[in-house]
């Protein structure tokens, strides 16, 4: 059974770059949420996604987008990078209805 | 407002020390709350899932309770290899939003 998987694993961006993660969610699961972890922070809720639209926002600014494919895939698009943006950016994923998430590996976004 | 307070920040223990780690919360209505354990640099693995007061689950070394306020994850005699953070996360009823704790840093010396 495939779990969460993201890609890549890491990235080197510069300020004012633009960067795409992507996310494929656990089989059978059609909800992705995702979330960016500070160094010694708990994650924070960025958006989650459901039938290909955004369902809920948490606290970050419009720089921050997102998209879900028909095959339930996800990606992540931020622009206009800043050095605060600096994070470990996780994929969760669900199955509607359901309250447990599972989380994939994480991808480690450095802004230079 | 909505919180999720973990403590300690940091535990060092000897191997085979029990000891408890506590997460309490402040929501209007909680419709689950999560353990997760996290290993450095990686995606948070799921441990439990606890729903209403006076439940309790086991996996191995731990076992997860739940009052109205908070939460606590035991650890019984543990191994070296339990040593990571410990996350814990609540769904709430209002936003339907998840709320993670700042985490635990659990350290088991050999």
């Known amino acids: 059974d495939a779990g969460v998987t993201q890609s890549p694993t890491h990235l080197i961006k510069t300020r004012g770059q633009q960067v795409t993660l992507r996310c494929s969610p656990k089989?059978?699961?059609?909800?992705v949420s995702w979330y960016q972890q500070a160094l010694g922070q708990g994650p924070q809720f960025i958006f989650q996604y459901y039938e290909e639209e955004e369902r809920q926002r948490g606290n970050f600014p419009d720089r921050f987008s997102g998209h879900q494919f028909p095959n339930y895939s996800s990606e992540l698009n931020v622009n206009a990078l800043l050095l605060g943006d600096s994070a470990l950016y996780l994929c969760?994923?669900?199955?509607?209805?359901?309250?447990?998430?599972?989380f994939g590996p994480g991808t480690r976004l450095t802004v230079l | 407002e909505d919180q999720v307070t973990q403590s300690p920040e940091a535990l060092r223990l000897q191997e085979g020390e029990s000891s408890s780690l506590n997460c309490s919360y402040t929501v209007s209505g909680l419709r689950g709350l999560f353990w997760y354990r996290q290993d450095p640099g990686k995606g948070p693995e799921f441990l439990f899932t606890l729903y209403s007061a006076g439940e309790e689950k086991e996996k191995e070394r731990l076992k997860a309770t739940l009052t109205k306020k908070e939460s606590f994850l035991h650890i019984t005699a543990p191994k070296p290899e339990d040593s990571a953070t410990y996350l814990c996360a609540v769904h709430e009823n209002r936003d339907d939003k998840i709320i993670f704790g700042k985490g635990t840093r659990l350290h088991i010396l050999p």
């Open positions: 089989s059978g699961h059609d909800t």
């Open positions: 969760a994923s669900l199955q509607n209805g359901e309250d447990t998430q599972y």
